[in-house]
Nanobody
Framework: QVQLVESGGGLVQAGSSLRLSCAASGLTFSTYCMGWFRQAPGKNRDFIAAISRSGGSRSYGDSVKGRFTITRDNAKNTVYLQMNSLKPDDTAVYFC??????????????WGQGTQVTVSS
């Protein structure tokens, strides 16, 4: 079955950087667009970033533009989210997701279990 496993979350101070990874298995990774979303307590799950199958197209949510970068390595079946200049408002559970279509909506076919990112002030 399809599995998406996120890693790399943790507790950091404001201004720090983190890199999240999402390892995919059970699907032909290069045929799926990949996305990152996050959900803070009591809030909706929000779009963060998405990347096309080849990595040639990327899109970002307004709150992270210029600070976060999404990349992928199809040879390793892994998508990454480099997060710089972290702010306390970035605190959330971060999810990766896979879908055949590049989009910024929550209707992705497959989801990981999430990894917690906490940014202290």
């Amino acid at each position: 079955q399809v599995q998406l496993v996120e890693s790399g979350g943790g507790l950091v101070q404001a201004g720090s950087s983190l890199r999240l990874s999402c390892a995919a298995s059970g699907l032909t990774f290069s045929t799926y667009c990949m996305g990152w979303f996050r959900q803070a307590p009591g809030k909706n799950r929000d779009f963060i970033a998405a990347i096309s199958r080849s990595g040639g197209s990327r899109s970002y949510g307004d709150s992270v533009k210029g600070r976060f970068t999404i990349t992928r390595d199809n040879a390793k079946n892994t998508v990454y989210l480099q997060m710089n200049s972290l702010k306390p408002d970035d605190t959330a559970v971060y999810f990766c997701a896979a879908d055949p279509v590049l989009n910024m909506f929550n209707g992705y076919d497959y989801w990981g279990q999430g990894t917690q990112v906490t940014v202290s002030s």
